[in-house]
């Protein structure tokens, strides 16, 4: 069975500073990539995905990510965070057959102004 | 606002007792699917319906129960509540099933179990 690991459970940067969240998933064969964020209070939104072709994906509010097959990774990435990006990321699989999204702990975002 | 939505947005019961969250998904999504989130295991799957029909299900509790209803609304039944099934619900829906389905989230139930 696929898992998804998130290192960073607590980030705090300063505005204007750049972003990176890791995302590392286990699972031998061909996955879907999915980054959801949680702003406080609300539901899961998505940010990006990757199924295939071009590994740089970029997503909604400036936010990209990387697919590494080699790594086995999907980094989170944002050149300048705004303090409204202060939410919960969670990084996210499915595999074909297995259409559940396997969700990662989370990374708690705190963007100080 | 995903159009999907769910009934209610807080529910406070106690143990024993028995409950039911709604949810309905958009327009059109045949798939609807349900997660757990707590403290200590994240957010988990419990179930996925596609168009009536059971079609895989998760960490889900003999105690917990779910059907998708010929309108596409799902409700997730949970009985015997414990203190430890106090957690937000959400589910979740797409246009139809698989693996490169995106999932549009609700706004989650919130239980608390006292």
């Known amino acids: ?99 559940k999204l396997t969700f990662g702990t989370g990374t708690r975002l705190t963007i100080i102004p | 606002d995903s159009g999907v939505t769910q009934t209610p947005k807080h529910l406070i019961t106690a143990t024993g007792q028995r409950v039911t969250l709604r949810c309905s998904p958009r327009s059109g999504d045949l798939s609807v699917y ?23 299900k998760g960490n889900i509790l003999e105690r917990f129960s779910a059907q998708q209803f010929p309108d596409l609304h799902s409700e997730l039944n949970l009985s015997s509540l414990e203190l430890g099934d106090s957690a937000l619900y959400f589910c979740a829906s797409s246009v139809l099933a698989g693996a490169q389905e995106t999932q549009y989230f609700g706004p989650g139930t919130r239980l608390l179990v006292l």
């Open chain 1, 1 to 99: 069975a696929q898992s998804v690991s998130q290192h960073n459970h607590h980030v705090i940067l300063s505005e204007a500073a750049s972003l990176e969240l890791g995302c590392n998933y286990s699972y031998g064969g061909t996955v879907n990539l999915f980054w959801y964020v949680q702003y406080p209070g609300q539901h899961l939104q998505l940010l990006l995905k990757y199924f295939s072709g071009d590994p740089l994906v970029k997503g909604i509010k400036g936010f990209e990510a990387e697919f590494i097959k080699s790594k086995f990774s999907f980094n989170l990435r944002k050149p300048s965070v705004q303090w409204s990006d202060t939410a919960e990321y969670f990084c996210a699989v499915t595999t074909f057959g297995n259409e």
């Open chain 2, 34 to 56: 349900w997660y757990q989130q707590s403290l200590d295991q994240g957010l988990q799957f419990l179930i996925q319906y596609y168009n009536g029909e059971e079609r895989a």
